[in-house]
């Protein structure tokens, strides 16, 4: 396979540049980015429903650690009481 010269590459960037204009360019580098990110983690077998019951488990720590702690200074003000 034919590897791109800098030439071809400089060519490609300014169609890019023609085409989306300068001020999009940083929204199209992202929305490439997240697509990236996105396919990566689909090849890797994540799946989305795995990440969302593992951000619910640490919600709910989270939460009980709150209620833990807010308990705790409830009874330390009792005990001053």
Do not use: C, H, Y
């Not at 890019?16 to 697509?35: D, H, N």
């Not at 689909?42 to 919600?59: C, H, I, P, R, W």
């Amino acid at each position: 396979m034919i590897r791109p010269g800098p030439l071809e590459i400089g060519l490609v960037l300014v169609i890019i540049l023609i085409i989306f204009g300068a001020g999009k360019l940083p929204q199209v580098g992202s929305a490439i980015g997240k697509g990236i990110r996105s396919f990566k983690k689909g090849q890797s077998g994540e799946d989305e429903e795995e990440a969302a019951v593992t951000n619910t488990k640490k919600k709910t720590k989270k939460k009980a650690k709150k209620r833990v702690a807010k308990e705790a200074a409830e009874e330390k003000g009792e005990a001053k009481a």
